[in-house]
């Protein structure tokens, strides 16, 4: 059984926690979409992916680009990808760009990624777009998934955010 006040504690040390990893910025003004939550860009990351929506066979990945503050769709923005190949490693035949449409949407068609280094199988994403601040995420497909839905959220640019003009890795737009 747990002390009194036991979860007041742990929710006090959560919401802590949440605001010490939030973006800076974060918070500032009330978000309709809760924005996307960011992840370690890995040290397989290599700019420069050639533009293609398709890097393998047999997964499906889609979603749309939207804006924190009101959720509306973000056209135009440039998403990078990048996972191992079914033989468990990094090469550049895994590795993409795609632009949202004008409605925001975008589609990737890829294998299932296998678990690399003991982790989940996942897709790494840089996704940055002007007047937003990028993000570096990842996404985990379910086992046997043939396909999936993945909105990226955006939080608005500010200069509060420390972005002005540069995009997730802190390169001048």
């Not at 918070?27 to 992916?49: H, L, M, N, V």
């Not at 955006?154 to 390169?171: C, H, N, V």
Request: aromatic share 10%.
């Amino acid at each position: 059984m747990n002390p009194p006040g036991h979860w007041t504690g742990v929710l006090q040390g959560g919401f802590l926690l949440l605001a010490l990893l939030a973006p800076a910025g974060w918070g500032a003004e009330s978000y309709r979409c809760t924005p996307t939550p960011w992840a370690e860009i890995g040290p397989f990351y290599r700019p420069g992916a050639p533009v293609r929506s398709s890097i393998g066979k047999g997964y499906e990945l889609s979603g749309t680009v939207r804006s924190a503050r009101d959720c509306s769709p973000v056209a135009n923005a440039r998403i990078e990808v990048w996972q191992v190949g079914p033989d468990g490693r990094y090469d550049d035949d895994h590795r993409a760009t795609i632009y949202s449409g004008a409605d925001g949407r975008y589609r990737l068609q890829t294998s299932l990624p296998p678990p690399y280094g003991g982790g989940r199988p996942h897709i790494h994403f840089v996704v940055d777009a002007r007047g937003y601040d990028g993000v570096i995420t990842q996404h985990y497909p379910l086992k046997g998934a043939k396909r999936a839905g993945f909105d990226l959220v955006l939080l608005p640019e500010t200069a509060a955010s420390g972005s002005r003009g540069r995009d997730p890795l802190g390169r001048p737009r």
